[in-house]
């Protein structure tokens, strides 16, 4: 009787648990560029290397090391990007996604028609709270010191409840190129205005220095496909025309080589005149190349959801 009685609490514990340990589980984004040392941390499981395609899962902490980048793209809708010496947990609630940052420094872009009515992406610091929609937000957590600056659109600014974690208080609002630093729990009431140089600073700081990893439709139609689940409606024509696009390359290295244990050079192969088209020009040599951090679907895809990827401002 004993031995059947610990059993049936057994699977009961068990049933309870998994609700929350698939809640715990589920899947929210997808890492689309990861450089430099980039760690995540699921429940109960010891810290691992992030890479490049990875799923980001609920409650993941995802930290950045010494000169390293990572950017996500959260249910089609929003993109993170971390710099170096962040820490950023990604949770869900129903209408409500919270990006919690820790310290470091994050940008967050969200486009506003991927969302659902009443939907809202929440900045949450130390000390402070921002609900963000259609959004470009950079945060940065130093100590007790939180500093919110918007890029584009407006976002109410609120003091955060260290006992709680809810926000408190009278919001202060942001418009484009206004930021507010929340310190020792004080949100001042009027933001300050930043230059124009200022904001290109901030837009170029979330640009990572490195090349196109390899074509990522198949991402972008996953994320896509998601969110568009989530609303309830039709794939976008946007969302479509990131699916089908090709992505832009440039010719490859064409020098002839010499066999080994040859005593005579053959005569150099002669190569084709490669073809152009306008969706896919050759790139000369020689010629400056402004090369994007993704490939051309992506940036189809995401180009109206933040100009974080390309020039901000001129």
Not at 76 to 105: C, F, M, N, Q, Y
């Amino acid at each position: 009787m004993k031995t059947t009685t610990t059993r049936v609490l057994g699977v009961l514990a068990l049933a309870i648990s998994m609700p929350a340990l698939a809640g715990a589980q589920a899947r929210v984004g997808v890492a689309t560029t990861v450089v430099g040392p980039v760690t995540v941390t699921r429940a109960a499981t010891s810290p691992a290397p992030l890479k490049f395609r990875d799923d980001v899962m609920l409650n993941d902490r995802v930290a950045t090391g010494d000169q390293a980048f990572a950017r996500m793209l959260l249910g089609g809708k929003a993109i993170v990007t971390a710099r170096e010496h962040s820490i950023v947990t990604i949770t869900e609630a129903p209408g409500v996604s919270t990006i919690d940052l820790a310290s470091g420094r994050i940008s967050v872009a969200v486009e506003k028609s991927r969302m659902r009515p009443g939907e809202v992406v929440e900045i949450k610091t130390p000390n402070a709270v921002s609900g963000i929609r259609g959004t470009i937000v950079v945060a940065e957590v130093s100590g007790d010191t939180s500093t919110i600056t918007v890029l584009r659109g407006l976002v109410d600014v609120y003091r955060r409840d260290p006992a709680t974690g809810k926000a408190v208080g009278r919001a202060t609002a942001l418009r484009a190129r206004e930021s507010v630093t929340v310190k020792a729990g004080l949100l001042p009431a009027r933001p300050r205005t930043i230059s124009t140089e200022q904001a290109r600073r901030l837009s170029t700081d979330f640009t990572a220095p490195v090349h196109a990893v390899s074509p990522v439709e198949t991402i972008v139609a996953d994320e896509m496909s998601r969110a568009t689940d989530l609303a309830g409606g039709p794939t976008s024509n946007v969302a479509k025309s990131a699916m089908s696009g090709t992505a832009t390359t440039a010719p490859s290295s064409t020098t002839p080589t010499t066999p080994t244990g040859s005593s005579s050079l053959a005569p150099p192969p002669t190569l084709a005149t490669p073809t152009t088209s306008l969706s896919q020009p050759v790139l000369s040599p020689t010629s400056p190349v402004s090369v994007p951090i993704l490939s051309q679907p992506v940036q189809k895809i995401l180009q109206p959801v933040t100009p974080i990827l390309s020039p901000l401002l001129k």
